[in-house]
């Protein structure tokens, strides 16, 4: 089992982003997948989330109206589309799968991936 993040970078407040995360050796209808982040000093947050089995979505507060997770089951991929991009939403991103169903915690996660860095200027 396989997670890869890809699509960090560095973008003006206000910009956007896309974040992928390509799962290997299992199907990605028999797992949730979410994305975490972590800030320098930070505990790891769930961001948002994505069940494949029923496409239910999930997202924290802050990032609510601003990004998008989507799945795409013949790719593999799950992305996160984010907009409106905040200097407080720089971290490291991370992709994770959840056996039992989308959660908040990331000592539910089963896989993690490793992380990709987001950077958000003023």
């Known amino acids: 089992v396989q997670l890869q993040a890809s699509g960090g970078g560095l973008v003006q407040a206000g910009g956007s982003l896309r974040l992928s995360c390509a799962a290997s050796?299992?199907?990605?209808?028999?797992?949730?997948i979410a994305w975490f982040r972590q800030a320098p000093g930070k505990e790891r947050e769930g961001v948002s989330c994505?069940?494949?089995?029923?496409?239910?979505?999930y997202y924290t507060d802050s990032v609510k109206g601003r990004f998008i997770i989507s799945g795409d089951n013949a790719k593999n991929t799950v992305y996160l589309q984010m907009n409106s991009l905040k200097p407080e939403d720089t971290a490291v991103y991370y992709c994770?799968?959840?056996?039992?169903?989308?959660?908040?915690?990331?000592?539910?996660?089963?896989?993690w991936g490793e992380g990709t860095l987001v950077t958000v200027s003023s």
């Open positions: 050796g299992f199907p990605l209808d028999e797992y949730a």
């Open positions: 994770a799968a959840h056996l039992l169903g989308c959660s908040a915690n990331p000592y539910d996660v089963n896989y």
């Open positions: 994505i069940d494949s089995g029923d496409n239910s979505t």
